[in-house]
């Protein structure tokens, strides 16, 4: 399939996740952002508003807000609809679903995020698992971020050698950084406090066949998400076979601690910050030496940069849903303009060995 032309996107939601999505579709030859839907006008529709990207808002009655702090609104949500091919919902958790319908009704593609509930969209979607089955779908859901880290290892491992089951032990970052009333401050809270947590079914909604158990804490940090991840394996693999998996998978980093004296997700985000915008990471990252085999048994420690793991997500959801390109050319599209699979000092490049 070749590449069509661009696609006109709107991002509804511009927080953690949209500002991010907007700027990474921003730098795809085959999309043009054509407005954020923002609902206050504060630094983040500030700095929207002199990166040149339009402004809209969910309805007439936050415009006049808008104006006074001399911002130019250039319409409501439904106005933005008309001049889409897609939508990317990044409101809050269950704010998407409301306006599911909205979407539906202007007739454009839909993008979702994991904090909806599956059945929001047509399909629940990770890039290098089940592309395909997002293709030409009206509605797709990218999974949550700890989901996506999951399903980025598990998937690479099970086109390599086959994957049977898996139980994962996640702790979970407390918060993203604007979110300055979440805790916890001092506490290690189970999230939840029984067995599985919904990440297991999270992960099934795009591996149905998966038998798979997580669990799940949060512990006061806002960097990075870190999981410990134990996997059957379809037949016995050497250690040097897993990590081989790994590192061949486009959107996986396998960081040698040894090599690059990294041993933490600190030290992670402050490699990122000098190389990358934002400091983001939306590569899985598996660190080398944690990674163990016992014949069919492979177990390894990854870390999830909660704020840019879906982001590559949601720029091939986009092309997926527009059937614009296949699976492997949207990644590979995707990757080159967002630098994904380079990062200097800790992997795929000469500096840094894998
Ligand atoms: P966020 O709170 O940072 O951003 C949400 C944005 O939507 C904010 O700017 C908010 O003002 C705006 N908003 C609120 N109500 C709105 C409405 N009615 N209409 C339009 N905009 C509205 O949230 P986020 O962290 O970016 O999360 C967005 C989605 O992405 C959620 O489904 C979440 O579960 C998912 N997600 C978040 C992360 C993460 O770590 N932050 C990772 C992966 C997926």
Redesign the pocket.
């Known amino acids: 399939m070749a590449l069509r032309s661009r696609a006109a996107v709107g991002v509804?939601?511009?927080?953690?996740?949209?500002r991010r999505v907007a700027w990474a579709a921003s730098q795809q030859r085959d999309m043009e952002v054509v407005g954020v839907?923002?609902?206050?006008p504060d630094y983040?529709a500030m700095q929207a508003a002199s990166a040149g990207l339009p402004l809209y808002v969910?309805g007439e009655r936050e415009a006049e807000a808008f104006r006074r702090a001399g911002l130019e609104v250039r319409g409501a949500l439904r106005d933005l609809l008309k001049e889409v091919d897609v939508i990317v919902d990044?409101?809050?958790?269950g704010?998407?679903a409301?306006?599911a319908k909205a979407y539906s009704e202007a007739g454009v593609r839909a993008i979702f995020?994991?904090?909806?509930e599956a059945s929001v969209a047509k399909v629940s979607f990770s890039a290098l698992c089940n592309y395909d089955e997002a293709v030409g779908k009206e509605s797709v859901r990218v999974v949550?971020?700890n989901t996506t880290g999951l399903l980025r290892s598990i998937c690479a491992l099970n086109s390599a050698i086959g994957v049977k089951s898996v139980n994962a032990f996640l702790v979970r970052r407390a918060a993203?950084l604007?979110e300055v009333k979440r805790g916890p401050v001092n506490a290690i809270v189970l999230n939840p406090a029984r067995v599985p947590s919904h990440h297991a079914g999270d992960v099934r909604s795009v591996l149905p066949w998966l038998e798979i158990s997580t669990a799940a804490v949060v512990v006061p940090t806002t960097l990075m998400h870190v999981h410990y991840v134990n996997v059957r394996l379809r037949g016995a693999a050497t250690r040097e076979e897993v990590i081989e998996a790994l590192r061949a998978s486009p959107r996986v980093l396998v960081v040698s601690s040894s090599r690059s004296g990294v041993e933490s997700t600190a030290q992670l985000i402050d490699a990122a910050r000098h190389v990358r915008p934002r400091g983001d990471i939306p590569e899985l990252v598996v660190f080398e030496e944690s990674v163990s085999v016992r014949g069919e048994e492979a177990s390894f420690i990854q870390a999830v940069h909660?704020?840019s793991?879906?982001v590559p997500e949601n720029v091939d959801a986009i092309r997926a849903s527009l059937g614009m390109a296949d699976a492997e050319e949207s990644v590979r599209a995707t990757n080159e303009a967002l630098g994904i699979g380079r990062l200097p000092g800790l992997a795929g490049s000469p500096s840094a060995k894998g």
């Open positions: 509804n939601g511009f927080g953690t996740i949209g839907v923002k609902t206050k983040a969910p990044a409101t809050p958790d704010v998407g409301t306006y995020q994991g904090g909806e949550s971020c993203d604007q909660q704020e793991i879906v």
